[in-house]
């Protein structure tokens, strides 16, 4: 069971995170400088461990004290993974996505406090943040044992330091790779079947409550 939610969380937070947009793009760029690598890796981490526990164990507290609300999110959390996974599908047959960057290696070093307070910006002002983060990791953690939810937030949070500091120091490895559609075309397949399967096995207690 808890080798279960561990890579539940895992997973579902790997379909997530993997997506082509401004944070990865900023922290994949400070790699290629190699500027603040670690500070910046180091601050997206922080911030997606703290608001995934934000919504594991607060959404947890609602849904104790309102127990219609565990169905209501798994069914919230289905009917979004099913469509994240419908999108992803979608781009995956369609192709085109890519990381298109210029950044060179003699660039002036920006101060790491000027990098540290646009790293907190570019995640925290992102309301899709917390939408993936908060929203959606709580929604589906609501429905596990209480004893489930540590696990499941270990495997979200180490699946996101993996992330993060493996595309801030193999920026210079990975870009060649990203810059490829090909790529993105098959990350994003994966990415559809994990949210599939999450979103199956968020709904399949529903449908079977409701139909059985």
């Known amino acids: 069971m808890m080798t279960h939610a561990f890579f539940a969380g895992f997973i579902m937070l790997g379909g997530l995170i993997i997506a082509i947009g401004a944070q990865n793009t900023f922290v994949l760029k400070q790699g290629l400088l190699r500027q603040h690598v670690l500070l910046v890796a180091l601050t997206c981490w922080l911030c997606d461990v703290v608001l995934m526990a934000a919504g594991i164990w607060g959404l947890a507290a609602s849904t104790q004290k309102l127990p219609w609300l565990t169905p209501l999110l798994s069914l919230v959390g289905g009917l979004f993974l099913l469509a994240y996974g419908l999108f992803a599908l979608q781009r995956a047959w369609r192709g085109g ?116």
Do not use: C, E
């Open 97 to 212: 996505s890519h990381i298109s960057l210029s950044a060179q290696g003699n660039q002036p070093a920006t101060p790491w406090l000027k990098t540290l307070l646009f790293t907190l910006a570019i995640t925290l002002l992102n309301p899709h943040v917390y939408l993936d983060t908060v929203l959606l990791v709580g929604s589906v953690a609501a429905p596990l044992a209480a004893d489930a939810k540590l696990p499941f937030w270990l495997g979200a949070a180490t699946m996101s330091g993996l992330w993060f500091f493996g595309l801030g120091f193999g920026a210079r490895l990975l870009l060649p790779l990203f810059r490829r559609a090909r790529t993105w075309q098959l990350l994003d397949a994966a990415i559809a079947l994990m949210m599939f399967y999450l979103a199956w096995g968020l709904l399949r207690p529903l449908i079977l409550a409701w139909f059985g």
